[in-house]
């Protein structure tokens, strides 16, 4: 397995490597070194078989200099817990996904359970001759994460998960370095890398799924706070005499119009919509996924329900923005597939009632990585450890 880098100079041609094969002359306009000290580091890259060299590039006016790129043995794992699905996928070193496999589970059957199925379907990748070794893990799980400690730290929605050593475990379970993130965390990152957030250095990703959370983007780099709590914005009080909230208070933005809330709701207002209550008749049950399909089909009922919570996290998001200046906002998770509708509510809230400096040039937009966001932001994630110096 190829080593880390010796030095900061190295680390930082892997991250400019990362982006694709480049010549050692357009290396040497991003970086501040001398050319023999470029070429130096780049051998010795080259020696540790973490790079390789890719023929010539197209001549500058001279001397055609040497194209470089990643080894293309490099392989990182993204692998990305949800509440009720497992999704996995391995990358080259580029990040590029060269496979992605997924399959229904419930956070709430425990570490042992969810862990052991991520393996299962990394094994299955393993199967189709897509690795043989994985040179980093990177994890992401929907609930507070003590990124220090590689552990969840009192997950409200994953009984069983406190303090459980996941990094630990996937590390001595797949032979390699393994980091944990709390879910938003990583798609944010999947956004910078590969999203619309490629070319903005301060942004929040907005996640609207079974929980509510943010991730907050500065200068490049997540936020995360002092113990790692930064951006747990389902848990803000919307309504002190609201509903029940899994943490334990009431009135939480997420017990209003996380995934479950919606589908509280959607029962409730099914004897007023016609298709939702064929389908409570039919499955005993409502999801999201109905009250987005309702809405399509031009259910009242159902749209007035998607832009009530649209409003409620409208409102938290005006404080954030007026507190934070953001360059770009970006609605992801599963409840944001509800669209449009959603999408038009909360844009009319926050430019409303965010101050118009903050506003101004804010885009508001829905991620177009879907569900690959956070596997993409569990290989980056990774691959910033392995791509620092040692």
Same mark, same amino acid.
């Given at each position: 397995?190829?080593?880390?880098?010796?030095?900061?100079?190295?680390?930082?041609?892997?991250?400019?490597?990362?982006?694709?094969?480049?010549?050692?002359?357009?290396?040497?306009?991003?970086?501040?070194?001398?050319?023999?000290?470029?070429?130096?580091?780049?051998?010795?890259?080259?020696?540790?078989?973490?790079?390789?060299?890719?023929?010539?590039?197209?001549?500058?006016?001279?001397?055609?200099?040497?194209?470089?790129?990643?080894?293309?043995?490099?392989?990182?794992?993204?692998?990305?817990?949800?509440?009720?699905?497992?999704?996995?996928?391995?990358?080259?070193?580029?990040?590029?996904?060269?496979?992605?496999?997924?399959?229904?589970?419930?956070?709430?059957? %425990? #570490?042992?359970?969810?862990? !052991?199925?991520?393996?299962? =379907?990394? *094994?299955?990748?393993?199967?189709?001759? /897509?690795?043989?070794?994985?040179?980093?893990?990177?994890?992401?799980?929907?609930?507070?994460?003590?990124?220090?400690?590689?552990?969840?730290?009192?997950?409200?929605?994953?009984?069983?998960?406190?303090?459980?050593?996941?990094?630990?475990?996937?590390?001595?379970?797949?032979?390699?370095?393994?980091?944990?993130?709390?879910?938003?965390?990583?798609?944010?990152?999947?956004?910078?890398?590969?999203?619309?957030?490629?070319?903005?250095?301060?942004?929040?990703?907005?996640?609207?799924?079974?929980?509510?959370?943010?991730?907050?983007?500065?200068?490049?780099?997540?936020?995360?706070?002092?113990?790692?709590?930064?951006?747990?914005?389902?848990?803000?009080?919307?309504?002190?005499? %609201? #509903?029940?909230?899994?943490? !334990?208070?009431?009135?939480? =933005?997420? *017990?209003?119009?996380?995934?479950?809330? /919606?589908?509280?709701?959607?029962?409730?207002?099914?004897?007023?919509?016609?298709?939702?209550?064929?389908?409570?008749?039919?499955?005993?049950?409502?999801?999201?996924?109905?009250?987005?399909?309702?809405?399509?089909?031009?259910?009242?009922?159902?749209?007035?329900?998607?832009?009530?919570?649209?409003?409620?996290?409208?409102?938290?998001?005006?404080?954030?923005?007026?507190?934070?200046?953001?360059?770009?906002?970006?609605?992801?998770?599963?409840?944001?597939?509800?669209?449009?509708?959603?999408?038009?509510?909360?844009?009319?809230?926050?430019?409303?009632?965010?101050?118009?400096?903050?506003?101004?040039?804010?885009?508001?937009?829905?991620?177009?990585?879907?569900?690959?966001? %956070?596997?993409?932001?569990?290989?980056?994630?990774?691959?910033?450890?392995?791509?620092?110096?040692?």
């Amino acid at each position: 397995m190829p080593v880390r880098p010796d030095n900061v100079h190295q680390a930082t041609l892997l991250r400019l490597l990362r982006e694709g094969g480049r010549s050692r002359a357009e290396l040497g306009d991003d970086v501040s070194l001398s050319r023999s000290k470029l070429n130096l580091e780049l051998d010795r890259l080259i020696e540790t078989g973490l790079v390789e060299q890719a023929g010539l590039a197209a001549s500058r006016g001279g001397r055609r200099s040497g194209m470089v790129r990643l080894s293309p043995h490099l392989r990182f794992a993204g692998i990305d817990i949800g509440a009720t699905s497992v999704d996995v996928a391995v990358t080259n070193g580029e990040l590029e996904i060269l496979g992605h496999v997924s399959q229904p589970c419930e956070v709430r059957e %425990g #570490p042992a359970t969810v862990l !052991g199925l991520a393996m299962e =379907l990394l *094994a299955k990748l393993r199967e189709q001759g /897509l690795f043989t070794q994985l040179h980093g893990a990177g994890i992401g799980v929907p609930g507070p994460v003590s990124f220090r400690d590689g552990v969840p730290f009192a997950p409200p929605i994953m009984p069983g998960w406190d303090r459980y050593p996941v990094r630990e475990v996937v590390s001595q379970e797949l032979g390699c370095p393994a980091m944990v993130d709390n879910d938003v965390n990583l798609m944010a990152l999947g956004e910078l890398h590969a999203g619309l957030a490629k070319q903005v250095d301060d942004f929040l990703l907005i996640k609207i799924g079974t929980g509510i959370g943010c991730g907050i983007v500065v200068d490049g780099k997540i936020y995360r706070g002092v113990s790692g709590s930064a951006g747990d914005i389902g848990h803000m009080r919307v309504d002190d005499q %609201g #509903p029940l909230c899994t943490c !334990g208070n009431t009135g939480c =933005l997420e *017990a209003y119009f996380g995934g479950a809330a /919606l589908a509280r709701e959607a029962v409730r207002i099914a004897p007023r919509s016609p298709y939702l209550g064929e389908r409570l008749a039919l499955g005993g049950g409502l999801s999201a996924e109905d009250v987005a399909a309702a809405a399509t089909l031009g259910d009242p009922a159902a749209v007035q329900l998607i832009r009530d919570g649209g409003r409620q996290v409208g409102q938290v998001m005006a404080g954030l923005v007026s507190f934070f200046n953001p360059g770009l906002v970006i609605i992801a998770g599963g409840v944001a597939r509800l669209g449009h509708v959603l999408l038009a509510e909360i844009r009319s809230v926050v430019y409303r009632r965010s101050l118009p400096l903050a506003t101004g040039n804010l885009p508001i937009v829905l991620s177009e990585l879907g569900d690959t966001a %956070g596997i993409i932001g569990g290989a980056r994630l990774i691959s910033d450890h392995v791509f620092s110096a040692s």
